[in-house]
């Protein structure tokens, strides 16, 4: 699954493995899981910067209308780009 903290890629099998050890943070960074409206700030500072993850997670939730966002195709794509 992906995390917002550290704009890392985390396998559904470390991601269990923390669980089943009672962590509930990052796998990865071990910050602790931000709320969504914290996320969205992350993700857009990263963006602002050149990350490509980010700039791939900014552009998808555009893409499916999550994370309070309006679904914006032309934005998305603006993105992918």
């Given at each position: 699954?992906?995390?917002?903290?550290c704009m890392?890629?985390?396998c559904?099998?470390?991601?269990?493995a923390a669980q089943k050890r009672g962590?509930?943070?990052c796998p990865f960074c071990r910050a602790p899981r931000p709320k969504k409206s914290q996320a969205l700030a992350m993700v857009r500072k990263r963006v602002a910067v050149g990350d490509p993850m980010a700039i791939w997670?900014?552009?998808?939730?555009?893409?499916?209308?999550?994370?309070?966002l309006e679904k914006d195709m032309t934005r998305a794509v603006e993105l992918y780009e």
């Amino acid at each position: 699954s992906y995390r917002e903290c550290c704009m890392k890629v985390v396998c559904k099998g470390c991601f269990l493995a923390a669980q089943k050890r009672g962590m509930n943070d990052c796998p990865f960074c071990r910050a602790p899981r931000p709320k969504k409206s914290q996320a969205l700030a992350m993700v857009r500072k990263r963006v602002a910067v050149g990350d490509p993850m980010a700039i791939w997670f900014l552009g998808s939730q555009y893409f499916l209308g999550t994370y309070g966002l309006e679904k914006d195709m032309t934005r998305a794509v603006e993105l992918y780009e």
